[in-house]
């Protein structure tokens, strides 16, 4: 029997394990979930390199992909937005508006920020409030959010992090604290896709089709997968 092989962009990897999970009998195939930063799933994909029958990438890079015939039979997941991370049991700094995140940016001992997009764009907040020098100080970057969480819960400083919703929550000893302002905040949308080409077009459609059901997106939802507004 062959394997139903899903690769999926790190922000919705949590909730895509989980809907393989209830999958599993309907699609009857044996499902593989792997993962791997949205722009390298993108670039391997284009590059004719990527073995996987499913890719759950930002609806962007999914539409680049569609236009040059390498992915179809799309479906929308929902969005994906930044907040703020702390340790479990820790102060909850506020940071729903830009005075607040700028006062909980200065009040934090040590700032954690990946070295993706999403702390790219936080590093361009921090040099906008002309703090970056104070922050400098104190800031520890990680390749992935997975690591920034395992780091800020061994801490026992007053540690403040930002990433996305999903991977946040995915956490263990950390604490997602809300969104960051509407001002910066960066939602990006999902999707999921067949690879063109496929040898597993029954089994990818088959999921793809769940993933549009009120189960699967309950799922991703509680995972921090915002449906969007119809």
């Not at 015939?69 to 700094?93: F, H, K, M, Q, Y």
Request: aromatic share 4%; glycine share 8%.
């Amino acid at each position: 029997m062959s394997h139903l092989r899903i690769l999926s962009a790190g922000s919705t990897l949590h909730g895509v394990r989980a809907c393989a999970a209830l999958a599993a009998q309907t699609i009857s195939a044996p499902i593989e979930v792997a993962t791997d930063h949205g722009h390298n799933i993108r670039d391997a994909l284009l590059r004719g390199q990527t073995q996987a029958d499913v890719v759950l990438l930002p609806v962007d890079m999914a539409a680049i992909l569609a236009a040059k015939g390498l992915v179809a039979d799309t479906v929308a997941l929902g969005t994906v937005g930044i907040g703020g991370v702390v340790r479990e049991g820790s102060n909850v700094p506020q940071i729903a508006t830009m005075d607040e995140l700028r006062a909980a940016l200065i009040e934090a001992d040590t700032v954690l920020l990946t070295t993706g997009p999403t702390g790219e764009h936080l590093m361009k907040v921090i040099a906008k409030f002309a703090i970056a020098d104070e922050v400098a100080r104190k800031l520890s970057r990680f390749d992935t959010s997975t690591k920034l969480n395992i780091a800020l819960a061994a801490r026992s400083d007053h540690a403040l992090g930002f990433g996305p919703e999903t991977e946040i929550r995915a956490g263990i000893g950390v604490k997602w604290i809300g969104d960051v302002p509407d001002e910066i905040q960066v939602a990006l949308p999902y999707a999921a896709a067949m690879i063109a080409g496929t040898t597993a077009v029954d089994a990818a459609r088959r999921f793809l089709t769940f993933l549009g059901t009120e189960d699967a997106r309950a799922v991703f939802a509680k995972t921090g997968v915002r449906l969007q507004a119809t």
